[in-house]
């Protein structure tokens, strides 16, 4: 458990940010990044519940070739649908809105983000958009796919595309608004002392993060724009037979859409960052190359949308171009995973849950990242493309990495948000349900997906049924790896031990303050005079000191 | 027919098919090589370095250039081979070469229309001579398709307004899936088909199927090679309905009337099928205007006047379609 | 977080907040031109796919009133340097004086821009089930190049509103903060120690004029023919 020294039993401190003032205003109208970040937990916490339901109509309608549950249309309304609620209102807020607003004060000892009030305006921003989604969901629905191809989308399809799009639109601004606000946070509001290279690599990855938030969002805005007018006032941007383009969608539509992935993972990589080294109790291997990774991930990853594209028509030469620049981009997240290794040789392990995620991350992830070189690799992508291989690769991505990301913070910061510690045994047995389920779910679709199945089927050859079949009972356990959760941590806020300022304990700023924190964080500024992740140095967690053994291995920087 | 073995692999069928998978391979066993050695070294350090004292802390190394380097340099290096390796693949595949047998396919929502270069027509199926260069000159009629050959492991988009390309060349005769693998709408899990290759007198015979109209069987033959019985099957499961006991039946539209099955009727509905639609069934039956002569259309009428259903209740077995004649 | 003058609570020093106003305008700056490049590249793309057609359209603009469109808007980017001028040396009547300038000047371009709009509805150039290019403004060449001239040119009118479109809404938005601005003026809020929003409000106005000032050669120069 914990390494505190021994002391009474902790209270909740009198006052913090949950109990300072009461009231829906107090919520609705407030501009404590703390309190907008619980409004982000609440609203993407119910995107991810409608999203998971629709998936678990396509597994349930998908355990039969002829697919009995559910009629086509409906069926193409559910992946849609599920698409669109996972990425935009789920996957792309969850971390930076949730934890980097919550934590990126705390870390760099501010008292709050740079525009309070520009992060309440995402917030509203992100809440419309929902709506208008929503809305398009319940009005018939969209059959477009996430990816809103034209000119089925813009010409063909009967559904709700136009609110959906619009939707979208405006939660592009909510990202753009809470990338810019991060940027001028991390420049201009650190406390004395926190160096750029002190910074916890949490930030450094919601830094790089923010780049691609600002300059890649405001172009799917444009294309979205684009399609939607294209569908109202039936103009010719991309529909052929008006003198337009489909590919050109393609371009400017993944060239926004395949740095978003990196949108999503980015965040997850800081979490983990986080994780490893406080429950290795040793700094984070190779700092600065893992800032460097970050911000090298951010950069190449807008020069490979293309890799969407190989079989859609365009150039073999551009193809050539854009394979090998997706090469390239694989490069630093081996590192970062060779890194995070490294950060466990020569520590002091503990298992407690959100080390538990990272090991499901570290996992899952590797197996992600590796069977995008399949996809990136064009002799292979000609076979796998728009197949169940792809499926299975983003799922592994962005479940088996993001997700799990996702779930390593809350669990690892959930005792500072709350004040309150969770069951243990629970929550651990939780994240290997989670692990298994996963496994299940995806792993047989790598395999359907080489055996040729094509992605978005209603109904499938007979020969694909028993790898379904697999799929679906995976998903089943999936399911309760995500509703146990939900339960434990709304029970501890209530009948959970209270937790202590810093009950693992970790070296960054935000375990200096109580938990829950005060409104305005801290009492007094902090100044910094320590390096990150430095357990060597830190009389005040109340650990030993480090045991160097002599000779050349030390290996300091 | 061969159906996807429940082999790990599917089967190679063509020229492509083992360059690829050789290729998989490499790729695989690297991933294989690196999922392992972190996942090794992540157990092993778990067990070794696990706390034995609740207030330890690990030893403070911060980090290694020449590790660093290595470990930079050597997945670049891994990952330039698989660029490389494909990208030969791949240009190979996007280069037809010169002398290829042409087959003209248009995607539409949501069946495959094939041509080929005799003017042979194919609706979801394509035949192929064995051991030849094929290229396939593919478009759409209104959204994005994509046609894919698992077997072959090749794939082209199929994209309105330009001509997309693909070539390949079989290596190993039966039945193997194409799929379209790009989301076009409602039925786009049904635009599948089969691509049947040939020994090469198999398929001479095959393409000179078109017999003369005024030999006995003509009409029959006529129904095989433009592919009626795609669409209409005879326990009436396909996208059009049974032609079975239609003639002189009672047929009920989609716009609620009712007519006769008479000559006109059937003459009709082969070279302007949109102008009555039986209920129940969705307007996609393409019209044979221009591709079918007058004589043939008298020869076809004559045979779908002769498919009668047997005396006995029909059963709803599937089976080879066994157009009974009376 | 509260406010005590001009600081708010949650900036330690004054510096530190217009440090940080600075450079938050200077990245929206930077998002807005990522979202008019998008549509830029569109424009770019499907001028060079249709010259003929693209280059009718650019003749049907009025180049006089784009002149002077033109004229007006870098007039008002001159109104309001001298804005942010008079608000670092303090001189509050001319900080309202040139804000209200700036206003003014943006609103003689945002109303030939009207002028210009009803032109184009008046003649059947807006795309839809009206749009009509008149025959004779067709030549048989052009005509001859481009079946499918009449698609195309509705292409050129399309972008044409919709990058004009999304600048005048730039225009307005920026004629509302102007406002604001004018009215905090007017209350004498803006001194030579705190006149940050005026010079928050210049970097936007500046970045709008710079937008028309790549507008009117794309959209109007290029390929210009004398009648």
Known sequence: ?557 | MQLQTSSLLPEQASNFAGRVDALMLYILGTSLFFTLLVVILVVIFSLKYRRQKQTEIGVPLHGSVPLEIFWTLVPLVLAMVMFAWGAVIYMDFRHAPADTMDVYVIGKQWMWKLQHADGRREINELHVPVGRDVKLIMASEDVIHDFSIPNFRIKMDVVPGRYTTLWFRATKTGRYHFYCSQYCGTSHALMIGWVTVMEPAEYAAWLSGGADSNQPGAGEKLFAQYSCSTCHMPAGKGRGPSLVGLYGSKVKLADGTTVVADDAYIRESIVSPKAKVTAGYEPLMPSFQGLITEEQVLSLTAYIKSLQAPAAASDASAGAPHMGKK | MHRTGELYGHFETLDQQRESASLGMWIFLITEVMFFGGIFLAYTVNRHANPVAFALGSNTLDLRLGAINTGVLLASSFTMAMAVWAGHTGKQKLITLFLILTLVLGGIFLGIKTVEYAGKFEHHLVPGSSFHIPAEDVSAAAAKADPDFSAHAQLFFSLYFGMTGLHALHMVVGAGLLIWLIRQSMQGRYTAKYNTPVEMVGLYWHFVDIVWIYLFPLLYLIDRRHK
């Not at chain 1, 305006?121 to 629905?141: K, P, Q, T």
């Not at chain 1, 379904?468 to 959760?485: D, E, F, R």
Request: aromatic share 16%; charged share 10%; net charge neutral.
């Open chain 1, 1 to 557: 458990m914990s390494a505190t020294e021994s002391r009474p039993a902790e209270q909740l401190p009198e006052k913090h940010y949950l109990n300072a003032d009461y009231g829906i205003r107090s919520w609705l109208l407030t501009t404590d990044h703390k309190r907008i970040a619980l409004l982000y937990l609440v609203s993407v916490t119910f995107f991810f519940l409608l999203g998971g339901v629709f998936a678990g109509l396509i597994r349930l309608h998908l355990l039969t070739p002829k697919g009995a549950l559910l009629s086509p249309e409906v069926y193409n309304r559910m992946f849609t649908m599920h698409g669109v609620a996972m990425i935009f209102f789920f996957l792309i807020p969850s971390i930076p809105a949730v934890f980097g607003n919550f934590f990126i004060p705390l870390m760099i000892g501010a008292k709050d983000l740079a525009f309070p009030k520009i992060n309440l305006l995402s917030w509203y921003l992100y809440m419309i958009g929902g709506a208008l989604a929503l809305y398009s969901f319940m009005s018939g629905g969209l059959d477009t796919g996430w990816t809103f191809y034209t000119p089925l989308s813009s010409v063909y399809s009967n559904s709700a595309v136009a609110p959906a799009v619009l939707g979208v639109f405006i939660n592009g601004f909510s990202s753009i608004l809470t990338g810019l606000n991060f940027l001028v946070t991390v420049h201009t509001m650190r406390a004395p002392g926190m160096t750029w290279f002190r910074l916890p690599m949490f930030v450094w990855a919601h830094y790089a993060t923010s780049i691609i938030m600002i300059l890649g969002t405001p172009v799917v805005a444009t294309t979205l724009a684009l399609a939607g007018m294209e569908r109202l006032f039936h103009l010719g941007f991309f529909n052929p037979q008006l003198g337009g383009d489909p590919v050109l969608f393609q371009h400017l539509f993944w060239f926004y859409s395949h740095p978003a992935v990196y949108i999503m993972i980015l965040p997850a990589m800081g979490v983990i960052s986080e994780i490893i080294p406080t429950f290795s109790r040793k700094p984070l291997f190779g700092y600065k190359v893992m800032a460097g990774a970050s911000l090298a991930i951010a950069i190449v990853g807008f020069l490979v949308w293309a890799h969407h594209m190989f079989v859609a028509g365009q150039s073999a030469y551009a193809a050539l171009a854009f394979s090998f620049l997706t090469m390239l981009v694989a490069v630093p997240s081996a590192v970062k995973t060779f890194n995070w290794t490294a950060t466990m040789y020569r520590g002091s392990i503990s298992f407690q849950t959100p080390m538990v995620y990272a090991f499901g991350f570290l996992g899952l992830f590797l197996v992600g990242g590796l069977t995008g070189l399949f996809l990136g690799t064009l002799g292979t992508d000609i076979h796998i493309h728009d197949t169940y291989f792809v499926v299975a690769h983003f799922h592994y991505i962005m479940v088996g990495g993001a997700v799990m990301g996702y779930m390593g913070a809350l669990h690892y910061w959930w005792p500072k948000m709350s004040g309150r510690m969770y069951s243990e045994t629970l929550a651990r047995f939780a994240a290997v349900v989670l692990f298994v389920g996963f496994n299940l779910t995806f792993f047989p679709q790598f395999l359907m997906g080489y055996a040729g199945m094509p992605r978005r089927y209603h109904s499938y050859p007979p020969e694909f049924q028993i790898y379904n079949v697999l799929s679906t009972a995976g998903a089943t356990i999936l399911a309760i790896g995500y509703i146990l959760p939900i339960l434990y941590l709304l029970w501890s806020l209530k009948f959970g031990p209270v937790a202590g300022r810093n009950p693992w304990p970790s070296t960054g700023l935000e375990w200096q303050t109580a938990s829950p924190p005060p409104t305005e964080n801290f009492e007094v500024t902090p100044v910094v005079t320590w390096e990150a992740y430095d357990f060597e140095n830190r009389p005040d967690l109340g650990l030993d000191k480090p045991v160097i053994p002599a000779g050349p291995a030390s290996g300091h920087d």
